[in-house]
């Protein structure tokens, strides 16, 4: 394969040859169309006479080749000066990918230019980090995918080790917590084949269109009463008025997952005698619902990552109550997808409140499917 160098220096002599021959031809022309009314001149030291246009001619022929010549030898340096600075950077970049290809991520490229190459070697860099933090993320995944599906299966093949060899008895007790751990790991794949889907499909929901959140909200509130009376909790929320839509446009579906998914995290860490309240407003065109409760809290430090997956503030309390980490990493990926936002304020002891803002719509014909 010809070089990327060896091409560049071809194609600048090709280039600067042919101009040079071209003005040649061109002055050798001009200048003998020019000079047919010149005169013989007669030389002395030889008693002749001579042509002086065919002398003209021939000093100019000669002083031009020279020229070209000279011309060519600088040509030729200097292509070979530029065809170097040129490929160089080229030939570093290629050395960089074929790395990166090879996996090798943390390979690095500093080229000190302000021009294009300076702006791709930067785009190159931008790239090998980009896929540095991806195959980090993807590895803490299968480790962390790797635990969160061991620990069900363990107890299960405990529990099933336990009964044939009549350490826990085989009825109805033990076979429920066989059934809870089956519960739990379902859910778990469930949640991660969920989180899949909205992380790598482009359109990622069924039917997007004009929905009153006041009705979502109802219907979501009224799923989840029982379980918040059978704790012990107090759930409030105001008398909304569906004659007075907040019409937004979303996945109906998905937005009510959100909302049972944020009430479920507070019905989890809320203790008896608590309260969760919910309240939706309209702030600069924006529909504003917050899930406000009165349990453990969360903290400060632990703020920032509470949207990624597997992470839990409290690890063995998330896994007693039956968490997987994950539930939250899908409430951003939805709403984010909807081109809203989700933030979180808490404290320890107090309690957390989750606020969902979501743009308005006022189209009640706009529907995409």
Not at 57 to 73: R, T, V
Not at 133 to 161: K, N
Not at 275 to 303: C, F, K, N, P, S
Request: aromatic share 6%; with cysteine.
């Amino acid at each position: 394969m010809i070089s990327m160098q060896l091409r560049l220096f071809v194609t600048y002599m090709i280039v600067i040859l042919v101009a040079v021959l071209g003005a040649g031809w061109f002055l050798h022309v001009y200048v003998s169309t020019h000079v047919n009314h010149w005169v013989p001149v007669v030389d002395m030291d030889r008693g002749r006479v001579v042509n002086s246009r065919a002398l003209m001619l021939k000093a100019f022929d000669n002083a031009l080749w020279g020229a070209g010549f000279i011309a060519a030898g600088l040509a030729f340096v200097l292509s070979l000066l530029l065809s170097r600075t040129i490929s160089q950077p080229l030939r570093q970049m290629m050395g960089i990918t074929r790395r990166i290809a090879d996996g090798q991520f943390k390979e690095r490229l500093y080229i000190a230019r302000q021009d294009e190459f300076g702006e791709l070697a930067k785009s190159l860099n931008r790239m090998a980090q980009r896929l540095e933090s991806i195959e980090s993320m993807r590895t803490q995944l299968m480790a962390d995918v790797a635990h969160e599906l061991s620990t069900p299966l363990t107890s299960i093949q405990g529990l099933m080790e336990g009964m044939l060899d009549g350490v826990f008895p085989m009825d109805a007790a033990t076979l429920e917590r066989v059934q809870q751990e089956v519960v739990r790991l379902r859910r778990l794949v469930h949640n991660l084949k969920d989180l899949s889907v909205l992380e790598s499909h482009p359109h990622p929901f069924t039917s997007i269109q004009v929905n009153n959140l006041v009705e979502i909200l109802s219907d979501t509130v009224r799923q989840v009463e029982p379980q918040f009376a059978e704790k012990g909790i107090e759930l409030r929320y105001p008398d909304w008025d569906r004659t007075a839509p907040v019409n937004v446009l979303v996945d109906a579906e998905r937005m009510t997952q959100v909302f049972l998914n944020l009430l479920s995290n507070a019905h989890r860490y809320t203790a008896e005698g608590g309260r969760v309240d919910i309240d939706l407003a309209v702030e600069e065109g924006q529909a504003v619902v917050r899930v406000r409760d009165t349990g453990i809290g969360i903290a400060q430090a632990d703020l920032p990552r509470i949207f990624e997956r597997f992470y839990r503030a409290d690890p063995s309390r998330s896994r007693s109550t039956g968490g997987s980490g994950i539930g939250l990493s899908i409430v951003r990926e939805i709403i984010e997808r909807h081109g809203g936002t989700i933030t979180v304020e808490s404290e320890l002891g107090v309690g957390s409140c989750f606020t969902v803002s979501l743009p308005m719509t006022y189209d009640d014909d706009a529907v995409t499917e």
